[in-house]
């Protein structure tokens, strides 16, 4: 028996107020006929039947009828065909709902609070209109200059959080959707806006500084109610609303926090018939309705709640609750009964530092939220407009006694589609994965940021550069990285072809605006890694310009000769094992050794993918051989040895093929002789430390890269576990084994790029890999290696469900479990070293004989921890 799923619409997880007239169309369809593979398709748009098409596509179909307009309305469903002959029944029907697709459709106006002296204010604007006529649908378009939630008729609206984002504010402005058909009523109706500062005013980065993008937040909506008679009544911010900001949120920061008095509550303030007279009008400001984009992925939303498992005393006498679980969000009080004027104080931190709360690694951000009772009683409350990066809280000014009942924690982030999943039998690498997974929940809100508790939280390109194929496998983040790829291509724009160092640009530090390797390599490797994992086409296509621009500068940096020049700044292989507190560029290799490598690779990448567009990538093909030859007469003797010894530059040169043939074998054991001369710990950075298992993998060194994996003394990936860690740390040093936090201005303890390595988890230890584009073909090659006796992955490729599983029995013993997707193939490599097979979809086994997995002969003395202090 084979059924359909629902059609799924470009990346969006609800499709109302797309921006896109023409969206793609995806279907999975679930099966238990082995070996089933479609053979064509039919779909219904609206009440048009189209034909029969015969085809194995499934994944993002054209459109195949005419595009739609402005707020049209559509349900589409399909049907397919496999082997049998016979159609499935249709899909269950899916409404496909345009926003406003043309600047002309917008005919709001930017409407500004008078903010007064406050710092952090929230302002409510409202106004009240009639509608003459029963409602038959209505939609709300909104968004800000600033962050905002809308209320109707003293309803809320939607369930996002500090929407409408972070975008290049000055180029793309999100706008929100709504159905709000259920909150009108005939007659007098009302609509209230909660404004606060976001990323638009607030504060933001590391300098202290404010205000990037205004020094007024602005509220700009479009109510469209539709009556029985086809009419439509429109209402709109004008100059005729109201505001005020003596609401019960006395200011509210990202970093700062949120203070509330409850005795300044405005009962009714979004309903119809309250009294506004007091308030102050509006002034009118301007917004370009050119610039706003309807979202391509999902909002920020409350994804969880996770009850507080400790309350305890510090040292101090403060009292301290622990979440168990390090994470970004808030809050949630349930407050006491207690007299008006009682204040509670929330002050938020990742870690304790000696018993007490860690809050130096905040730096300016003051995460702290205050509430201020009005003694009406037990009532639950949670801030609005701010997001804190924690598991720990300090608490006071609580009437009584504190218990784990009276607070929970409210995990924020985008709410994106969970796809992946991984575990095996060490429990530690598997907690080490769930840090990865809680590492990307914690950063992935709105846009990827690289941290999310300090006075910083940008969305740096380098992190994201070198974590986009652990985040594609964990969530489905293409509609989100869709959004955020096309803010990096109008900020560089704006630098001729220089990609920013973080996505949307602020200025911050004099940061020379270079092509700056590894980070401005995003432009190329997150769509492609997105490609590989989608097969959305269409994306390369739209962020070609963006490549063609990135390789083009990266080059003129490098000159004529593929040289890049000595001196200036370069992150390069940022935060280095080896680099000291206070200088986290210090690393094993020079950076302009990890640039000649980077440019090989993106490079020819490029012309791959011009390949694919029916673009000429003939210069861009010589250009990344050009580099990968000077990256061997520059670095590499001719037996295969570096120049700078070190994990990075070795990896560089195997992973990204700079290499000649006869120096792979030497260049691969000279590898494995530096991890073992460093002990097998940690030794690169950002740039070198994702590619260093692979490096190993496919050198035949193994047991090297599994000796590196478990390794538990610092650096290495098992030590933050060791140290009780539940997500991935800034530096392998974070914490310091005697429970102090390192002694550097830039420490955080929930920064994903080092995660990068569960790439490695899903494809090498479980096996589980896209062996081509948008996993149409599986490659399932597990490698057990000494240590691990079992492992899982399963992943929902665009074809459906993916997993496998493997266990090693007596060390030799393998056994293999593997289901594969309707419509696809898998070439199985099972690790006895025989002839791969290829099955279809459906369940299978396998089952060999192995060499037990052996871990790497040591010499007695290969680590000299002084010289590694």
Not at 803 to 826: D, H, N
Request: one cysteine or more.
């Amino acid at each position: 028996m084979s059924t359909v799923g629902p059609v799924t619409v470009e990346h969006h997880r609800e499709p109302l107020g797309i921006g896109e007239a023409a969206p793609r169309l995806s279907w999975v369809t679930s099966t238990d006929q082995p070996d089933w593979v479609q053979t064509a398709y039919q779909l219904q748009i609206g009440d048009v039947v189209g034909d029969r098409v015969d085809a194995r596509d499934s994944v993002l179909v054209p459109w195949p009828v005419e595009p739609l307009a402005s707020r049209e309305r559509r349900t589409v469903r399909v049907r397919v065909w496999g082997p049998d002959g016979d159609p499935t029944d249709w899909s269950p029907e899916v409404v496909v709902e345009t926003g406003l697709l043309q600047p002309a459709d917008w005919t709001a106006t930017l409407v500004q609070p008078v903010l007064g002296d406050a710092p952090d204010p929230v302002a409510l604007l409202r106004r009240e209109f009639a509608l003459d006529a029963p409602v038959v649908s209505a939609r709300l378009y909104a968004t800000a200059q600033g962050v905002l939630e809308a209320e109707v008729n003293g309803q809320t609206v939607g369930d996002e959080v500090l929407a409408p984002g972070w975008t290049s504010y000055r180029h793309r402005l999100r706008y929100l959707t709504w159905d709000v058909t259920d909150l009108l009523t005939e007659g007098t109706n009302a609509l209230g806006i909660a404004l606060a500062d976001g990323w638009f005013r607030g504060a933001l980065g590391f300098t202290g500084g404010r205000a990037f993008y205004g020094d007024r937040t602005g509220a700009y909506a479009q109510l469209e109610v539709e009556h029985p008679d086809g009419s439509r009544t429109v209402v709109t911010t004008d100059g005729t609303w109201r505001s005020t900001t003596d609401g019960p949120i006395t200011s509210t920061g990202l970093y700062p926090g949120e203070s509330g008095d409850l005795r300044r509550e405005l009962p009714g303030w979004s309903a119809r018939g309250f009294d506004d007279t007091a308030w102050t009008p509006v002034e009118v400001g301007v917004l370009d309705p050119a610039t706003l984009v309807a979202p391509t992925g999902p909002p920020v939303r409350r994804t969880e709640v996770v009850r507080a498992v400790e309350v305890s005393t510090a040292p101090s006498g403060a009292v301290l609750v622990d979440f168990g679980q390090n994470l970004a969000g808030r809050i949630r009080l349930a407050l006491p009964d207690a007299p008006a004027g009682t204040t509670i104080t929330l002050r938020h931190a990742e870690v304790l530092e000696h018993g007490e709360l860690g809050t130096r690694p905040l730096r300016g951000a003051q995460a702290t939220d205050v509430v201020v009772l009005d003694g009406a009683g037990p009532r639950s409350w949670e801030p609005r407009f701010t997001v804190h990066g924690f598991r720990y809280a300090e608490v006071t000014g609580w009437p009584g006694e504190l218990t784990v009942d009276d607070l929970e924690a409210v995990v924020l982030h985008t709410d994106l589609r969970r796809t992946g999943w991984f575990a095996c039998s060490d429990e530690r690498v598997t907690r080490l994965h769930e840090n990865v997974l809680w590492g990307m929940r914690g950063n992935f809100l709105d846009l990827p940021t690289d941290c999310p508790q300090r006075d910083e939280r940008l969305g740096w390109t380098g992190d994201l550069q070198v974590f986009a194929p652990t985040a594609s496998f964990l969530y489905d983040t293409t509609g989100m990285l869709g959004g955020w790829l096309a803010d990096l291509a109008v900020e560089q724009a704006e630098l001729d072809g220089v990609v920013p160092m973080y996505v949307p640009f602020i200025p911050l530090l004099p940061f020379p605006q270079q092509p700056e390797v590894g980070w401005g390599d995003a432009a190329v490797v997150v769509p492609w890694v997105l490609f590989q994992r989608t097969g959305d086409l269409g994306l390369l296509a739209r962020q070609w310009p963006s490549m063609v621009a990135w390789v083009d500068a990266f080059a003129g940096r490098a000159g004529a000769d593929v040289d890049f020049p000595e001196g200036g700044f370069s992150f390069g292989d940022w935060l280095d094992a080896s680099a000291p507190p206070d200088n986290p560029a210090a690393a094993r290799t020079p950076w302009q050794a990890v640039a000649t490598a980077y440019l090989a690779r993106s490079s020819r990448t490029l012309a791959e993918i011009a390949g694919l567009l029916g673009e000429d990538g003939a210069r861009f093909a010589e250009l990344g051989e050009r580099a990968a030859a000077r990256f061997r007469s520059e670095y590499v003797s001719p037996t295969g040895r570096v120049a700078f010894p070190s994990q990075t530059a070795y990896a560089l040169a195997l992973e990204f093929d700079l290499l000649a043939p006869e120096q792979r074998g030497h260049t691969g054991a000279l590898l494995a002789r530096q991890v073992l001369d460093d002990g097998f710990h940690i030794a690169s950075g950002f740039l070198g430390t994702p590619l260093v298992c692979d490096a190993l993998t496919n050198a035949g060194e193994l047991a090297s890269a599994y000796e590196l994996l478990l390794q538990e003394e610092c650096p290495s990936w098992l030590y933050p576990v060791s140290m009780g860690a539940t997500t991935i740390w800034e530096r392998w040093d974070s914490m310091l084994p005697d429970g102090s936090i390192n002694p550097g201005d830039m420490t955080s303890f929930n920064h994903y790029a080092l995660g990068a390595v569960a790439d490695w988890l899903h494809r090498t230890v479980a096996g589980l890999a896209p062996a081509a584009p948008g996993y149409r073909e599986l490659l399932v090659a597990p490698r057990p290696g000494p240590g691990i006796s079992s492992a899982s992955a399963e992943h929902d490729t665009p074809y459906g469900r993916a997993a496998v599983s493997w266990t090693l029995t007596g060390g030799t013993a393998f056994a293999l479990e593997l289901t594969v997707p309707p419509s696809t193939t898998a070439t199985v490599r099972l690790p006895d070293d025989s002839a791969p097979v290829v099955v279809g979809s459906g369940a299978h086994t396998f089952a060999c004989t192995i060499v037990e997995p052996q871990p790497v002969e040591k010499p007695a003395l290969f680590f000299d921890p002084d010289a590694h202090a």
